[in-house]
């Protein structure tokens, strides 16, 4: 007996396009004015392109952008039965995360495969992330009844009409605006395509010129409205202002309400979330003004009612929705994609009540609860005393504390209102941290992103948050304050002087800090110098690229890219928001936080994916010549060396110590770190060889440069002594000299040319020199492994260290990499040992790295002061005699 095959369920207002004939479907500014295709022309696009797609269902991953070809693309694959995975551009986790069988992005259709990897679900149409930002590892899986039901609904809801034409505000991977575009498309309407934000002046010469009617928006895209003066302008044929996404204040719901009915034009308050497809509820334009709190009544074919809480107030319940529009379920990985429909009525999080009216209400987030020293806040009930009281603010669940964020240039009397907080709510006052912050950071939707304000405040801490001026950032693109972390307010020199002296002071442990010091002559090595840069950039902005041997007053005078702040101008305004989206960091800090990554990603048996530790190599030579090479005498050379391989060496030793107290398969010649000079072939006895060739490497290379002349010749020729060490090491490399019989890539000798390599890299400072170096990676890097792929990676790896100085990430991947990064001697301590207990597995591979992280911090009191021991002794070892080549060469 066989199982019978489901017939696919398509999107039916996508097959439905040539049935409006010649009426206009899309609108676009053009190079020469505006653009326009019908509905006819459209429906043929996506037959060609469905077409293309194929016959047979197949996972499509679009990154959509508001133009016509992904407009195209996305009807094809709704109208073709081909589930589609929504993201923006640029977005490569989903693709790794998700292996769809097509990538999309504009006309282009790379084909991964002839068909299908997956089991695709027949009534799985469409899958979105549950926030409207995009690389979430969870998605919404959205059914094409779903899609169909949720259009209709909304049109009914606002009284959408074939002659309406409405402009794409929001990003189309976000649900509010996905569903602008297809319950205008499903009637036959029109729609403008555009990314141009409400504050520029080409977007409303664009939406009066295709004839806009309808306006969707969230709070933020109202107060970007307010700001470039909305309500003096004239546009004739507006009819209609939606809002969603979000909480707007009751005053301006009203307010928005007044303007409406003065200049003609309905505002209509909507209530939704990803998992119901889109919408919700509406609140009728004309209950607005009387009922501002109110997210009004269920759409068509919905219903609401109220799950009962504990410890809620009377009449106030969990917000719980039934309906055709309500998801099928999540998917967290591929083999959900499978699954049918697993979700009936929907538990929104929210808490609500119903009105004496029989409209709802929402009253707060279910979540939205914060237990400080045992006692049980209600977070939004919080944030409304504060506005009541005249403090607009945030207020986040910060543990342990209470974390305020107060908005506004100046933030008033900021100890007060801990003050009052803690007297309030009955919590100490140590457990309030309150900020003021200028700007608040948002999702690509415009919401505000708590947990990225969270983040900003528990950075600061007490005080004002240094952001720049009020800026104005289009919506679906994030603002000014997403990038608050990198960016500051430049006016007080002095104030900027004793802040980056307080911070060396407190990272390096160095309270006797002066403005005359620097990174370097503080002794600070690569494992602070992770920490320090992101730190730094918190407070300075973009640094440069020799920041760490600047002097504390110098390094604080420095403009950086924030003094361009002020510039007038809405394209101003958006090229400088989208810049703050990412934050720029060193190649070599990135390299080192994604290379212990994959070491131990790989060791878990995730990933196959090696030669991140040879990699690493390099970048600890490069970090040799960068930090330990920089200072001014050859007694502060050789002290900040003799730090830095304690640092490492006295960690290891310890926790080989116990290794081999506890394991047989370990001997004595692991903790000395000497495995390659009298240990045996026996595979743990190996696991820790990058360590050991580490100190090897960094313990000979200081002595040789102990000699006076050879100090003095590493001055003068900064890039010819590492360059001739990198051509000497390679005797060992290609076994001129043999070393051993076993491990042999993983012998001090044999890898020190990749030790040098890096070093060199840090010292080549013209063009010539670098293609000098990539020349020499090219040919000595085949054949060092057996395997074409490690040498693969180990190639990319060291030509990304040599030509690539920093790395634009996302600001929120930064709170990630920095601890990874800073710990990563940890984390290659500890990973076998770990795994080797909670499995070898993705989940070993997270338990063993936060296990190193926690190592690293608990050890630092301990490590630190033997290092500064070790190294004032080895100062006081050398002559304190300046010589003629001690000056510092940069």
């Not at 609500?352 to 979540?367: H, N």
Request: net charge negative; charged share 20%; proline share 6%.
């Amino acid at each position: 007996m066989t199982t019978p095959v489901l017939p696919r369920r398509r999107v039916a207002l996508a097959g439905r396009l040539r049935s409006f004939g010649d009426a206009v479907a899309l609108r676009w500014a053009g190079p020469s004015g505006m653009q326009a295709m019908s509905y006819a022309v459209l429906a043929g696009r996506v037959d060609e392109r469905a077409s293309a797609l194929g016959p047979d269902p197949r996972l499509v991953l679009l990154e959509a952008s508001n133009d016509v070809e992904s407009v195209v693309t996305l009807l094809s694959a709704l109208a073709g039965g081909h589930p589609v995975i929504l993201t923006a551009p640029g977005e490569g986790g989903l693709v790794d995360a998700w292996d769809p069988d097509v990538v999309a992005r504009g006309p282009l259709l790379e084909a991964r495969r002839p068909g299908s990897a997956h089991d695709l679900h027949p009534d799985l149409a469409l899958l979105l992330s549950t926030s409207g930002s995009t690389g979430s590892p969870k998605l919404v899986r959205l059914s094409a009844a779903n899609i169909d039901c949720n259009a209709a609904q909304i049109v009914d809801a606002l009284g959408l009409r074939d002659d309406d034409v409405a402009a794409t505000t929001l990003p189309l991977q976000y649900c509010y605006g996905l569903s602008v575009l297809l319950s205008h498309l499903s009637i036959g309407a029109g729609v403008l395509l555009t990314d141009l934000s409400v504050v520029d002046a080409c977007f409303w010469e664009a939406f009066g010129e295709a004839g806009g009617s309808t306006l969707a928006g969230v709070p933020y895209t109202f107060d970007l409205l307010d700001a470039v003066g909305f309500a003096s302008m004239s546009v004739p044929r507006l009819r209609l202002l939606t809002q969603a996404g979000g909480r707007m204040d009751p005053a301006a719901v009203r307010r928005w309400a007044a303007l409406g009915a003065e200049r003609g034009f309905d505002l209509l308050v909507m209530y939704g979330q990803t998992e119901a497809t889109a919408r919700m509820a509406t609140l009728p334009a004309h209950l607005a003004a009387e009922n501002p709190s109110s997210i009004g009544v269920a759409v068509r074919g919905g219903r609401f009612s109220l799950a009962p809480v504990e410890g809620a107030a009377v009449g106030v319940g969990e917000l719980v929705y039934e309906g055709g529009n309500v998801m099928m379920g999540y998917a967290t990985t591929p083999g959900d994609l499978a699954r049918g429909a697993e979700v009936g009525p929907l538990h929104t999080g929210d808490l609500a009540r119903f009105t004496a009216d029989g409209l709802v209400e929402i009253v707060g987030r279910r979540s939205r609860f914060a237990k400080v020293c045992g006692l049980r806040i209600d977070l939004d009930r919080v944030e409304s005393d504060l506005g009541e009281g005249g403090w607009p603010a945030y207020v986040m669940d910060g543990g342990d504390r209470l974390l305020v964020a107060v908005v506004g240039p100046e933030g008033g009397d900021l100890a007060a209102l801990r003050r009052e907080v803690s007297e309030r709510y009955a919590v100490p006052r140590a457990a309030v941290v309150v900020t003021a912050v200028d700007e608040v950071p948002r999702t690509p939707s415009g919401k505000v992103d708590r947990p990225g304000l969270a983040t900003l405040v528990d950075a600061f801490g007490e005080g004002t948050c240094p952001t720049p001026a009020r800026l104005i950032a289009p919506v679906g693109h994030v603002s000014p304050a997403e990038g608050l972390l990198g960016v500051s307010h430049r006016g007080n020199r002095s104030g900027d002087e004793e802040e980056v002296r307080a911070l060396y002071a407190e990272l390096l442990d160095r309270p006797d800090a002066t403005l005359d010091d620097s990174f370097v002559t503080l002794r600070g090595d690569s494992l602070s110098y992770v920490e320090a840069s992101v730190r730094l950039e918190g407070l300075l902005g973009a640094l440069p690229e020799s920041w760490h041997v600047l002097p504390v007053r110098e390094l604080a005078r420095t403009e950086t890219p924030a003094s361009g702040l002020a510039e007038d101008g809405a394209a101003q305004s958006s090229r400088v928001a989208r810049w703050l989206r990412w934050r720029s960091l060193e190649t070599s800090v990135v390299l080192r936080a994604v290379a212990i990554a994959v070491i131990v990603l790989t060791h878990a048996g995730v990933l196959d994916v090696r030669g991140g530790a040879h990699v690493l190599l390099a970048v600890a030579g490069f970090a040799f010549a960068r930090f330990q090479l920089s200072g001014g005498r050859r007694s502060e050379r050789l002290a900040h060396v003799a730090e830095s391989v304690t640092r490492i060496a006295l960690p290891s030793a310890v926790w080989l110590g116990v290794l081999t107290l506890v394991d047989e398969r370990y001997s004595w010649w692991n903790p000395v770190l000497l495995t390659s000079v009298g240990g045996s072939n026996v595979h743990p006895q190996w696991r820790y060889w990058f360590v050991e060739a580490v100190v090897h490497i960094l313990v000979g290379v200081t002595v040789l440069l102990a000699v006076p002349a050879l100090d003095r010749l590493e001055r003068t020729r900064p890039f010819v002594v590492p360059m001739a060490v990198a051509v000497v090491a390679l005797v060992f490399r290609y076994g001129l000299v043999p070393v051993g019989d076993h491990h042999v890539n993983g012998r001090p000798a044999v890898v020190l040319w990749l030790f040098a390599l890096g070093w060199a890299m840090a010292r080549a400072e013209v063009r010539w020199q670098r293609w000098l170096l990539t020349a020499y990676v090219l040919t000595v890097v085949p054949g060092f492994f057996g395997d074409l792929e490690r040498n693969a990676v180990l190639g990319a790896g060291l030509l990304v260290l040599l030509w690539v100085r920093s790395v634009r990430v996302p600001a929120f991947v930064v709170p990630v990499l920095l601890p990874v990064a800073s710990a990563s001697l940890f984390i290659y301590l500890v990973q076998w040992e770990v795994m080797g207990r909670v499995g070898y597995s993705l989940l070993g591979a997270a338990v063993a790295t936060l296990t190193g992280w926690i190592a690293w911090r608990g050890s630092s009191p301990i490590v630190e002061p033997v290092a500064r021991w070790v190294g004032a002794r080895m100062a006081a070892l050398v002559p304190s005699r300046a010589h003629a080549g001690d000056r510092v060469l940069s």
